[in-house]
């Protein structure tokens, strides 16, 4: 609980044998955290098996794989459905720290932003490469913000974190159902945020790069690339009235 309000941490897993445990056990020292939703997207590992051990901890499985926005769709639905107030996602491979957590629970707690983002990028170009991104992942990171920044109207430092902190009310707002399955979901939610009319903050995150923690190849990554590019054009043009998008629907814009 932070000031009475249920905090549910949500992980969208798949092939996360390796880590989950780890980072679970950081996720419940913050002290704060109410309930833990593990939602495995038909991993081949031990994943449920590790996660169906752990105590506080609710566990759904794709019979099938559905993408990571599917995953998350599914998180967010769990959490609202086991009355959480604050939602955080935390990507169980590891990557993110979750000691963040009570920051995060914070900012939101205390009203001052419905969404809350942990960004990799900052604290600076060199704390980011010096904690291993690729200097490509960097660089590719930087130009989709920049983009996007432009075509939406906003100053985020980076749109592309898996490390999120939502309120109860904004994940009853956002039309999550009309996003991709896919790894586009994170970039169209955020410019859902603020079509709504939602302030976004930000902390600097540390992050950690390592054999285990997710990744996505470089042919995906273009095609997600892209895929951002379209949102933050869809974005623009129907914010200037010249298309209509079930993205962006009239009655949740601010």
Same mark, same amino acid.
């Given at each position: 609980m932070y000031k009475d309000k249920?905090?549910?941490?949500?992980?969208?897993?798949?092939?996360?044998? &390796?880590?989950?445990?780890?980072?679970?056990?950081?996720?419940?020292?913050?002290?704060?955290?109410?309930? %833990? !939703?593990?939602?495995?997207?038909?991993? &081949?590992?031990?994943? %449920?098996?590790? *996660?169906?051990?752990?105590?506080?901890? /609710?566990? $759904?499985?794709? +019979?099938?794989?559905?993408? #990571?926005? *599917?995953?998350?769709?599914? @998180?967010?639905?769990?959490?609202?459905? +086991?009355? *959480?107030? !604050?939602? $955080?996602? %935390?990507?169980?491979? #590891?990557?993110?720290?979750?000691?963040? $957590?009570?920051a995060m629970a914070c900012l939101i707690g205390n009203g001052l932003f419905r969404c809350v983002l942990g960004s990799r990028i900052l604290g600076g170009r060199e704390r980011a490469l010096g904690q &291993?991104?690729?200097?490509?992942?960097? %660089?590719?990171?930087?130009?989709?913000? @920049?983009? +996007?920044?432009?075509?939406?109207?906003?100053?985020?430092?980076? #749109?592309?974190? &898996?490390? /999120?902190?939502?309120s109860r009310d904004l994940l009853q707002t956002i039309p999550l159902d009309e996003n991709s399955d896919d790894f586009v979901f994170d970039n169209q939610m955020l410019a859902q945020i603020v079509w709504a009319g939602y302030p976004i903050g930000e902390i600097s995150c540390p992050t950690k790069y390592f054999k285990e923690a997710s990744s996505i190849n470089f042919s995906r990554s273009l095609k997600y690339g892209f895929a951002c590019l379209a949102t933050g054009l869809r974005f623009a043009l129907a914010h200037r009235g010249l298309v209509k998008s079930r993205l962006f629907p009239p009655n949740i814009k601010a």
């Amino acid at each position: 609980m932070y000031k009475d309000k249920k905090v549910v941490v949500v992980m969208p897993a798949y092939n996360a044998a &390796g880590t989950l445990e780890a980072t679970y056990k950081e996720v419940m020292e913050q002290e704060i955290v109410d309930l %833990v !939703i593990v939602v495995d997207d038909a991993s &081949g590992d031990s994943t %449920v098996d590790i *996660a169906s051990k752990l105590p506080n901890t /609710r566990v $759904i499985v794709h +019979e099938k794989n559905m993408g #990571y926005g *599917a995953n998350q769709k599914t @998180c967010y639905r769990s959490a609202l459905a +086991e009355g *959480a107030d !604050i939602v $955080i996602m %935390v990507h169980p491979d #590891y990557q993110y720290t979750p000691k963040l $957590i009570p920051a995060m629970a914070c900012l939101i707690g205390n009203g001052l932003f419905r969404c809350v983002l942990g960004s990799r990028i900052l604290g600076g170009r060199e704390r980011a490469l010096g904690q &291993g991104m690729p200097l490509w992942k960097y %660089v590719a990171n930087r130009f989709l913000t @920049c983009a +996007e920044n432009l075509m939406i109207g906003t100053k985020l430092s980076e #749109y592309h974190t &898996g490390y /999120r902190a939502f309120s109860r009310d904004l994940l009853q707002t956002i039309p999550l159902d009309e996003n991709s399955d896919d790894f586009v979901f994170d970039n169209q939610m955020l410019a859902q945020i603020v079509w709504a009319g939602y302030p976004i903050g930000e902390i600097s995150c540390p992050t950690k790069y390592f054999k285990e923690a997710s990744s996505i190849n470089f042919s995906r990554s273009l095609k997600y690339g892209f895929a951002c590019l379209a949102t933050g054009l869809r974005f623009a043009l129907a914010h200037r009235g010249l298309v209509k998008s079930r993205l962006f629907p009239p009655n949740i814009k601010a």
